[in-house]
């Protein structure tokens, strides 16, 4: 198929928006500037003794903390996260409101919603490591939401944004999707069984999906609710990439990581919206 992309430096808006609605899904060539990703991998190479499991019964709990980033695994095959990453430093920061995609992604949840962040994390994946195929359009899950009415108003529930920090080819665990599925009013038959949300099986290899490949700064953006995980890892390295899920302001963060004083203090204020859309309020 044609794969529904856009060079992020002169976007063609009226087909993104058609490729998005009909795939669930968009890759923005050339998203994040090179110094900047280089930034970002230089954050791992100086962290790379926490590329592991964490140290925990159960790697979802999480594991070491690196100032308020913490290391965690969803399952343990898909490697290492480094979770609450938007507090890693300013390449991080850069991501909350970049200008390759905060504009379509505040239009695509919809401004009358706001906007705020569900999760942030890099991810490390070495050999062996993938995601499990997840999600669809049949999933009653109310973030898991995809609107685009008559009118032109959008009511995406959630969107994530992965950036790579490397090059992404095949063997190197991408993420695969079934092109169209947020739409779907039946489960795909990997997940069977009623409302099942997830298989601890690679998604690679299931029946529809493609894999996605991307050069390092490269931005690959879809809705939560197309069935999507990654192909397992063959080759030898690591896969890096850079998770942002944007929702609306309404949805709670999903491991509830509070911002540091610090943190809020040196945000501009479009950026402090987005990290805290709902201030805190005290007696």
């Known amino acids: 198929m044609l794969l529904p992309e856009i060079d992020a430096r002169d976007p063609d808006e009226e087909l993104a928006d058609y490729m998005f609605d009909l795939n669930g899904f968009l890759i923005l060539r050339n998203a ?9 991998n230089a954050w791992v190479d100086d962290h790379w003794d926490y590329v592991q499991p964490p140290k925990t019964g159960d790697p979802s709990a999480g594991g ?18 480094f979770q609450n990453i938007v507090e890693g430093g300013p390449a991080f920061e850069a991501l909350i409101d970049h200008p390759s995609w905060i504009e379509r992604i505040r239009r695509y949840v919809n401004p009358i919603n706001g906007l705020s962040i569900h999760e942030n994390l890099l991810s490390v994946r070495g050999a062996g490591g993938y995601i499990g195929i997840h999600s669809g359009g049949h999933m009653p899950i109310s973030y898991m939401t995809f609107r685009q009415g008559n009118t032109g108003d959008w ?31 039946v489960p795909h038959p990997s997940l069977t069984g009623g409302t099942v949300y997830r298989s601890d099986e690679a998604a690679g290899n299931k029946a529809c999906m493609i894999e996605l490949y991307l050069k390092k700064g490269d931005t690959l953006m879809f809705t939560d609710a197309i069935t999507h995980g990654s192909a397992e890892r063959r080759n030898p390295g690591h896969r890096r990439i850079v998770l942002y899920r944007y929702s609306p302001r309404y949805v709670a963060t999903r491991y509830n990581y ?19 859309p709902i201030p805190p309020r005290h007696p």
């Open 32 to 40: 994040v500037a090179p110094a900047d990703i280089d930034a970002m």
């Open 64 to 81: 070491q903390w690196i100032g308020h980033v913490q290391t965690h695994s969803y399952s343990g095959p898909d490697g290492t996260n």
């Open 258 to 276: 509070q911002p540091s004083a610090d943190f809020l203090a040196r945000l501009t204020d479009a950026r402090r919206d987005i990290i805290q």
């Open 155 to 185: 009511m995406v529930g959630q969107i994530n944004v992965i950036t790579a920090l490397t090059d992404i080819g095949p063997g190197d665990g991408p993420t695969t999707i079934v092109p169209g599925s947020h739409k779907a009013t």
